[in-house]
Structures are given as structure tokens and as C-alpha cells.
């Protein structure tokens, strides 16, 4: 439901569609027996002695309602309501039109390669700006066949698409649990504890050193930091478009990362020069010339070459594990 069409609900509609607005009147001492009102007419209705109970003016309480609303309509557009994104050519660094385009299911994980400079982190840029030919590009995403509302593209939120950025440069001192708790509560998250508790489990799971919840975020390493940001994204993020730019040299392991995001139904870009991390897309995207070049599907033949790749760097994982120990690798085979 689009934000206009709001204004000829009445309350009852409103918090049958959107419950924990039923919570906000409560909370507020406001009455439920006049709910039968468009909001307008509600907030008109309401006399001086509720809204003296309530603290606030009859103009700043419905400015409140509106935003607590907006944001509740934003959070449930976020969670679920995308099938599938498209990426309609534009043009490559020439000006040349791009015949390709590529669709892209909820649960898939699209890899982007090709060499250096050719354009992989613009296509993400593209993505992230859901881009309607106003980029150099000239390219064009559809969400579900539609064209994005302003709304998602221009609001601060911007909750369809995260990004996770190469460097995690925390500014705040807070401890990991702090970090997370934040988050789930900007998210309206139940059960808060449970869920820090899985993230980090999770992120343990991702990196080699692990940490506990009560150290500082600050004190991470740029792996744990990754690995934590990886597993925030996945379970607390609402947005169903998660961009990663590069994680081959972050310590972290690359398959169960990739593995938890797409567990989570997102529809995953990764930019890569990592042949385990490509083969690990459902779809690959060939980029030239700072264009789309061609979309593969990956066929049976390359899983089976994936699985060796994967052993290969196992053994790789072992032998710098057994180095780092200070051990002979005589035995690594
Ligand atoms: N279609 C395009 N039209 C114009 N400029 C483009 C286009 N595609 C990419 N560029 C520009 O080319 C430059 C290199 O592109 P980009 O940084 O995306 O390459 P990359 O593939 O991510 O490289 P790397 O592998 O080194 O990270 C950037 O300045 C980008 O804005
Ligand atoms: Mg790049």
C-alpha cells in the first residue's frame, strides 16, 4: 500500500494493517473508542484535557502519529514484499548500449566479474541508487516489473538495499552488544537478547578469531568486524538487496558468509575476483568496458568444479593455520 492512499483509511483500518499502532494510542492514553475516524478527524476530535495527559500539542501528536506510521509502512514494505530486481541495460564507458539485462530472483546471489576498472562497483552503485537512467550508466532497476517509488529511492532509510562496505570504520565506543541491541531496536526487533546472542554466534562462526559480545566494537579486527557486520545484516537487517563489495581479503569464511545471507531470502550482488566466490552465484554477470557483456547461468560441471576449488582452499586454510602455529606442514598432505 503507497503512502497517498493513506489519508482515506480510517484509524480502525490503519491499526488492522499496522498493530503496533494500536500500542502507540495506548501508550499515549489515547481513546479507542473513536477509531471509526479518519486520523485528521481523530487527532480533531480529541479534547484539551487527553492531549494535556499526553504532553504534546494536537499538531505535534499527529505529526508523531504520522511518522511512527511511515516508518512501520516502510519496515513491512522492506520485509518481503520484493520478488525480484531487474537491471535494464544502459551503456558501457564508450557510450555503447548494453544489450544485456539481468533479473534476479529473492534467494539468489548474482556474482559480478571482469577485470579491474571494469565497472563492477558502479553496477553496484547503480543498484544501491535503484538507478532510473539518471546515473552515468544510463541504467534502470525494476523492482517486481515496477518502477521503485521515490519514496525508497530519496528517504534517508533507504532500507531496500545494504550495502556492506569494504572498510568498517566504527565511530562510536560501544560494545558489541550495545551495536547489535541498537540495531535490533531501530528495527522493532522482539526479543533483543536472543537474537544479539545469535548474530554473534554467528559472526564467531565466520572468522577464525573469535569474540564475545561484551568488547568494545572498536577493539574488533577488520575480519571480526566484517564477520560481524555480515551476520548483522543477515538476521537484523530488514532490507531484502544486499550489496557486498569484495570480501576475498577479510579473513572471514567466504562460503558460510555468502551461505547465512542468502538463507535469509536476500538477493545477494557481490563483486569478486575470487574464483570460489564467483562459482558460488546462482548467475554470473560478465562486465567489460564498464559494461554488461553477458549473464551465465552456472551449470553442474562448474559445482563440481567449485567443490575441488573449495577443497584446494582448505588446504590453503590449513597450511596458513599450521604456519601461524609455527608448525611444519609435512603432514598437509
Ligand atoms: N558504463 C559506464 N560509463 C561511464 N563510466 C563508467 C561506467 N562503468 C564504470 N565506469 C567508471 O569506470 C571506473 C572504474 O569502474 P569500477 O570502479 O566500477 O571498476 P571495478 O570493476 O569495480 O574495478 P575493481 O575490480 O578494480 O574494483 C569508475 O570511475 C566508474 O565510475
Ligand atoms: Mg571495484
Redesign the pocket.
Known amino acids: 500500500m503507497g503512502l497517498q492512499q493513506n489519508s482515506f483509511l480510517k484509524m480502525e483500518q490503519l491499526i488492522k494493517e499496522y498493530p503496533p499502532l494500536r500500542g502507540f494510542l495506548e501508550n499515549m492514553n489515547l481513546p479507542l473508542d473513536k477509531i471509526t475516524l479518519l486520523p485528521e478527524e481523530y487527532f480533531r476530535s480529541l479534547d484539551s484535557f487527553v492531549l494535556e495527559e499526553t504532553g504534546l500539542g494536537r499538531v505535534e501528536l499527529q505529526d508523531l502519529f504520522q511518522s511512527y506510521l511511515q516508518h512501520l509502512q516502510m519496515i513491512k514494505e522492506d520485509q518481503g514484499s520484493i520478488g525480484s530486481l531487474t537491471l535494464w541495460g544502459?551503456?558501457?564507458?564508450a557510450g555503447k548500449p548494453e544489450e544485456v539485462h539481468l533479473h534476479i530472483q529473492r534467494g539468489e546471489i548474482v556474482c559480478l566479474v571482469?577485470p579491474?576498472?571494469?565497472?563492477?562497483?558502479?553496477?553496484l552503485e547503480d543498484i544501491e541508487w535503484l538507478a532510473q537512467q539518471d546515473t552515468?550508466?544510463r541504467r534502470k532497476v525494476t523492482i517486481d516489473g515496477n518502477v521503485p517509488r521515490e519514496e525508497l529511492r530519496f528517504s534517508s532509510g533507504r532500507k531496500l538495499v545494504a550495502q556492506l562496505s569494504q572498510n568498517m570504520n566504527f565511530v562510536m565506543d560501544v560494545t558489541v552488544y550495545e551495536f547489535l541491541k541498537m540495531h535490533a531496536e531501530s528495527r522493532l526487533m522482539k526479543n533483543i537478547e536472543e537474537l544479539v546472542d545469535i548474530v554473534v554466534e554467528q559472526a564467531n562462526l565466520l572468522t577464525g578469531e573469535s569474540f564475545g559480545k561484551d568488547v568494545p566494537v572498536t577493539s574488533l579486527s577488520g575480519g571480526q568486524s566484517r564477520a560481524l557486520m555480515i551476520a548483522d545484516t543477515a538476521a537484523l537487517s530488514v532490507a531484502p538487496v544486499v550489496l557486498i563489495d569484495?570480501i576475498e581479503n577479510a579473513g572471514i569464511n567466504r562460503s558460510k558468509a555468502l551461505e547465512l545471507l542468502v538463507s535469509r531470502d536476500k538477493i545477494v550482488f557481490i563483486?569478486t575476483?575470487d574464483p570460489i566466490l564467483a562459482l558460488m552465484g546462482h548467475k554470473r554477470l560478465v562486465?567489460k568496458n564498464?559494461?554488461m557483456i553477458k549473464v551465465l547461468e552456472r551449470s553442474e560441471k562448474e559445482l563440481e568444479a567449485l567443490e575441488k576449488l573449495q577443497m584446494i582452499d582448505r588446504k590453503i586454510n590449513e597450511a596458513r593455520q599450521l604456519l601461524r602455529e609455527g608448525a611444519k606442514l609435512e603432514s598437509l598432505f
Open positions: 544502459g551503456q558501457d564507458k571482469g579491474t576498472g571494469s565497472g563492477k562497483s558502479r553496477l552515468v550508466t569484495e563483486a575476483h562486465m564498464g559494461g
